[in-house]
């Protein structure tokens, strides 16, 4: 983006001015944050919080830029709930980003979806849900992003044992969601794609 | 008639022929026909097919061994050069690939990611393609150096020229 497109944008709210919307909400500073203002909300608070700011008309945050899954698992002197999603969210309206951070337990790992009000947060949330395994409940089509289809577990939490190799038998045809689309546009599916089962892999693994 | 000896020519006609006859094995034609024309797949995933580029081009230039041919039909091709990184949902395909070309084929493992998996040392990385299919020679280097491609080659050249067509078995079980 060209300087002159960026002094367009307004300069933007102040972090205590951000708390000060949040606060009515339950949003609560994270002593952590080193880089921005992140905010911790309680999961019930979560969906008005991120419509009080991207409706808001001194915030504005039209754009969800992740949902990042967290594992507190190994981290050092950690007291608090074992997991936590973070929401980095700005602004192309006024000069501002800010952080929200939900913490869960393990027990109860999810938090409601936000894919009705951010497109970007549909493959953000699979992504999230497949590599740590939290649910984003009322999530349309909640299933994994990046590991194939018969990956069992959720490699990026702590305890998950890396050196575990999953073989994958068949094909991923990994374009289910393209068929949808193009029968959508009135396409008609002529061959639909299978997985393809492999031949029986090498002589030295036979021989196991 | 007196009795007239058979001329020496006679009893070994080649005497006469000088080198217009060459003797050989099958096996010797065979293999030098096979080891002077390889044609390589690339299954380039990563920074290695950089290296293998630079194998093909004209500074290296691999046509000096006869691999100049690059295919990009395994049915086409003979000889199978991994390159890069091969994830466990990338497996199947390369072994399609593989169970896609025709015999006779070799398999040249690039680099540390294809040999051993580098330093990817994670839940998504094959550990070595020979996990997945048999593997003629690897080739150390991250990423190994166009002269190590060429080494990689003669070596192969090598292999071929000592291999008996009637021992010769078909790894994995091909259909």
């Known amino acids: 983006m060209s300087a002159v497109a960026y002094d367009a944008i307004k300069p933007g709210l102040s972090a205590d001015e951000l ?31 991120v419509l009080a700011l991207r409706d808001g008309a001194t915030t504005r945050f039209d754009q969800l830029l992740d949902v990042a899954g967290i594992d507190y698992l190994s981290y050092p002197d950690w007291r608090g709930e074992r997991f936590a999603v973070s929401y980095p969210m700005k602004s192309t309206v006024f000069r501002h980003r800010v952080t929200l951070k939900v913490l ?50 959720h490699p990026l939490r702590k305890d998950y044992p890396c050196q575990k190799r999953q073989k994958l038998s068949v094909n991923d045809p990994m374009v289910d969601q393209l068929e949808a689309k193009l029968v959508s546009l009135g396409y008609t599916i002529v061959e639909k794609a299978t997985a393809s089962a492999g031949s029986p892999l090498t002589v030295k693994e036979a021989a196991k | 008639m007196t009795y007239q000896p058979v001329p020496a020519a006679a009893a070994a006609p080649e005497v006469n022929l000088g080198d217009a006859f060459v003797t050989t094995t099958v096996d010797a034609v065979v293999n030098w026909g096979r080891r002077n ?55 199947p395909v390369l072994r399609r690939i593989y169970d896609q070309m025709l015999e006779p084929k070799w398999v040249i493992s690039a680099g540390a990611c294809a040999t051993s998996g580098g330093f990817y040392d994670c839940y998504c990385t094959v550990p070595g393609i020979d996990e997945i299919i048999p593997v003629d020679i690897y080739i150390a280097g991250c990423p190994p150096r166009p002269e190590a491609f060429l080494e990689a080659i003669v070596q192969l050249q090598k292999k071929i020229d000592h291999e008996n067509r009637r021992e010769r078995v078909t790894i994995g079980g091909a259909a």
Request: with cysteine; aromatic share 10%; proline share 5%.
């Open chain 1, 19 to 49: 708390l000060a919307v949040l606060a009515p909400l339950g949003g609560v500073r994270d002593a952590a944050d080193a880089w921005g203002l992140t905010v911790r909300v309680p999961r019930e608070r979560l969906r008005d919080a």
């Open chain 1, 104 to 153: 869960i337990d393990e027990d109860d790992a999810n938090v409601p979806s936000l894919h009705d009000l951010y497109a970007s947060a549909n493959w953000a949330e699979r992504e999230c849900w497949d590599q740590v395994g939290i649910v984003f409940t009322g999530h349309p089509n909640l299933k994994r992003l990046l590991n194939h289809h018969e990956f069992v577990g």
């Open chain 2, 37 to 91: 024309s390889l044609w390589p797949f690339p299954f380039g995933t990563a920074c290695c097919a950089i290296e293998f580029m630079g194998m093909v081009s004209s500074v290296f230039d691999v046509s000096r061994f006869g691999a100049e041919l690059v295919r990009f039909s395994p049915r086409q091709a003979d000889l199978l050069i991994i390159a890069g990184t091969v994830t466990y949902k990338q497996a």
